[in-house]
């Protein structure tokens, strides 16, 4: 049998446990509970991966049973130097050995060799002097199309080397996305020229279930376009950031699903991770409680 794919592994995860939510997990030190915040030795950005490292394996044990999937944001650790890219590699590592998929948001694309080191720098690693080093094993990974198709090679040749996927930004959900994503050429905005390269792409890695290894990232925050574009690009998982915390709404991500309920998986961030105060005594009760009701609104306007 063809070993399972990214697209296989998101959907049979989405079925399992009955939710669309992406836990993203984008630590940010003064949000921290005060009694994680306190329990953890070290010094400087030490100190602060640590505890970043420590937080998250915290919620990813919460939201495990609840979830198919977390996106832990790459600029959070990568500001901590060093030990935050280690503490980033042990929270991979973790959400992996609690049967969650990974979607690592680094949001790369660099032209040849850079884009190549990039790509393996998330999913395979490297070879130095006879020895491979592998510091992340994501699943998928946030990449931006600006610099074109052969910037975007690398990534899917190292992504298809783990049966992972990419997910391309297409729509972005910042007030600003607009700037240069609508601009009209050859008659129709230029985000549609992304997205026909992205179905192009996708195309010859959608499996029985209909849906292929290269996503795309379209915010909640543009609910009309999400509809036009699920209708235009049918096969392709949308990544859907901009729920919660942006101001996107359940009804807001009704038309990113499918017929069946799949082809989307909505993202939140601070609106999950961060839905309590510092000082609470239960802050891990309010993470699960957040990640429930999150799953229900989702799964309220899944069916239709
Ligand atoms: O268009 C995009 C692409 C990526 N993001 C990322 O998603 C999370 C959103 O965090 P919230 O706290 O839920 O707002 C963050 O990592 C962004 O970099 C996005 O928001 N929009």
């Not at 990039?118 to 600006?146: C, I, M, R, W």
Request: net charge neutral.
């Amino acid at each position: 049998m063809a070993p399972a794919t990214f697209s296989d592994r998101l959907y049979n995860s989405i079925r399992e446990k009955n939710s669309v939510l992406c836990v993203g997990l984008d630590p940010r030190w003064e949000l921290l509970p005060l009694d994680l915040r306190n329990s953890c030795h070290g010094l400087g950005l030490e100190k602060i991966a640590r505890s970043y490292s420590n937080f998250c394996s915290e919620v990813i044990d919460i939201v495990a049973p609840y979830v198919p999937v977390v996106k832990p944001q790459s600029a959070f650790f990568e500001a901590c130097g060093a030990a935050g890219i280690l503490a980033l590699g042990a929270v991979i590592d973790h959400a992996r050995s609690k049967g969650l998929l990974v979607i690592l948001d680094a949001k790369r694309g660099d032209i040849s060799t850079t884009g190549e080191a990039y790509a393996k720098t998330a999913f395979t690693g490297a070879d130095y002097e006879g020895q491979h080093y592998s510091l992340f094993a994501a699943d998928s990974l946030t990449v931006n199309p600006y610099l074109g198709e052969d910037s975007l090679e690398p990534f899917l040749t190292e992504a298809e080397k783990v049966q992972g996927g990419i997910f391309v930004l297409l729509r972005t959900s910042n007030p600003g996305s607009g700037l240069f994503q609508n601009l009209i050429c050859e008659g129709k905005p230029l985000y549609y020229h992304v997205a026909d390269a992205i179905s192009r792409w996708n195309y010859v890695t959608i499996r029985s279930h209909g849906y292929g290894s290269i996503g795309a990232v379209v915010g909640a925050t543009n609910p009309r376009d999400l509809k036009e574009l699920r209708s235009y690009m049918p096969g392709v998982w949308f990544l859907v950031p901009g729920y919660g915390a942006q101001g996107g709404t359940a009804e807001d991500v009704r038309e990113s699903f499918d017929d069946n309920g799949f082809g989307a998986i909505v993202n939140s961030s601070r609106g999950i991770t961060f839905c309590f105060k510092p000082d609470s005594k239960d802050w891990k009760a309010a993470i699960r409680l957040a990640v429930e009701k999150t799953n229900q609104q989702l799964n309220a306007v899944r069916s239709r």
